[in-house]
């Protein structure tokens, strides 16, 4: 099964997120793109002046699916793409003279993990990359039931940031009721903090989460040396 949503009112005049298995395609995803433009014209008035496709990494949410491959004739409906996230499940896009030149002529930037192929193919075809958003840490107050998740983001302009998302029941002592805060690192912050550096920001149950688990200490360590675009998309 895949699920395939479409949003107008976020950093990208119109955003993309799909979420299943198998190919990307309008037939898979059961929707025709056509659809969604004609839906965006009635919305906002013309054509969407920038796209961002977000293909969800369902494997690193636990599940044992995901994506595989991306049809290229609908990678080449999106004329206004910008910005392209994969996940590590996809392993290949097949290449036309008609794609290339939209991802060169549009400058669009790929962003998934490092290491991965996303990272290779940003490469291979002289385009930006950015490494995707991704949860490092996460802690449950037991006595009130409260948890909260740590993501790192990398938002359009080349910042970046940590977003707190915390989760309570409802109103009791010692939680705080939810929400998400965000709290802003530099742009090179990946060459002079370390992991340490960063859990001083937080109380001792999320500290000790992000230290024991070594997620942020192994992006880190590997942002040093792996070319990162932190300019303006």
């Known amino acids: 099964m895949s699920l ?5 009112d976020r950093d990208y005049a119109l955003e993309l997120e799909a979420w299943g298995r198998g190919e990307i395609s309008e037939k898979a995803l059961g929707i025709s793109l056509d659809e969604i433009f004609v839906e965006y014209a009635k919305e906002k008035g013309g054509c969407p002046a920038d796209i961002s ?3 969800q990494d369902t494997l690193a949410y636990g599940y044992d699916y995901g994506f595989t491959s991306i049809d290229t004739a609908f990678l080449e409906k999106l004329d206004t793409l910008k910005e392209l996230i994969l996940p590590d499940s996809i392993t290949e896009i097949k290449m036309t003279p008609k794609l290339e030149k939209l991802l060169k002529g549009n400058d669009v930037l790929i962003r998934g993990a490092f290491d991965s192929f996303a990272e290779k193919f940003a490469a291979d075809n002289d385009l930006h990359f950015r490494h995707c958003d991704f949860f490092f840490a996460g802690y449950t107050f ?10 790192l ?17 409802g109103s009791s002592a010692g939680n705080c009721f939810g929400g998400k805060f965000y709290h802003e690192l530099d742009r090179e912050f990946f060459l002079h903090k370390s992991a340490e550096d960063i859990a001083d920001l937080f109380g001792k149950g999320l500290h000790d989460a992000m230290l024991e688990n070594g997620r942020l200490a192994a992006f880190l360590e590997k942002a040093k040396t792996h070319k990162l675009y932190k300019g303006k998309n």
Request: proline share 6%; hydrophobic share 35%.
């Open 53 to 55: 496709l977000f293909i």
């Open 142 to 151: 037991e006595p009130a039931s409260e948890t909260t998740s740590l993501t």
């Open 4 to 8: 395939f949503d479409h949003y107008f």
């Open 153 to 169: 983001q990398f938002l359009r302009d080349g910042s970046a940031q940590i977003e707190e998302n915390v989760s309570s029941p």
